[in-house]
């Protein structure tokens, strides 16, 4: 058994510790995972006769875990015009108690850490009730 440590920054939550745990498990050769979102790292033991540490890393690559985060910059063009520039859509939402659709900002401009997209996770498709 080999062992292999890789640095992951954004693995910044338990949500990406069991992500990460779920990814790396599945693939055939490697025995066990060490996560820590604390320090931003997992450390892979790994049998190097089925598997090596560049397919376990192309496999963090592929789930978004080890690229750079790119932050999408909003453009003062509105979505509807016909341009070659990304499009980048407001959130609005409709309150029943009034009946009126309002309008939030979007601040995408943020120099610091972003909180999106999360690696790993995809898009919830259901609303859940209480």
Not at 31 to 57: H, M, R, W
Not at 95 to 110: C, L
Request: proline share 7%; hydrophobic share 40%.
């Amino acid at each position: 058994m080999e062992k292999v440590t890789i640095e992951i920054p954004t693995m910044y939550g338990d949500h990406h510790v069991l992500e990460v745990r779920k990814i790396l498990l599945s693939i055939p050769g490697v025995e066990d995972v060490y996560a820590s979102s604390a320090f931003g790292f997992v450390e892979v033991t790994y049998d190097p006769t089925k598997v090596n540490d560049l397919e376990i890393k192309m496999k963090l690559d592929e789930a978004g875990y080890l690229g750079e985060w790119s932050i999408p910059m909003e453009v003062n063009v509105p979505a509807t015009e016909k341009t070659d520039l990304p499009k980048y859509f407001r959130h609005t939402a409709v309150f029943e108690t009034t009946k009126e659709v309002i309008s939030f900002s979007q601040n995408i401009a943020y120099s610091g850490r972003p909180l999106w997209p999360c690696p790993g996770m995809g898009v919830i498709r259901e609303v859940m009730e209480d």
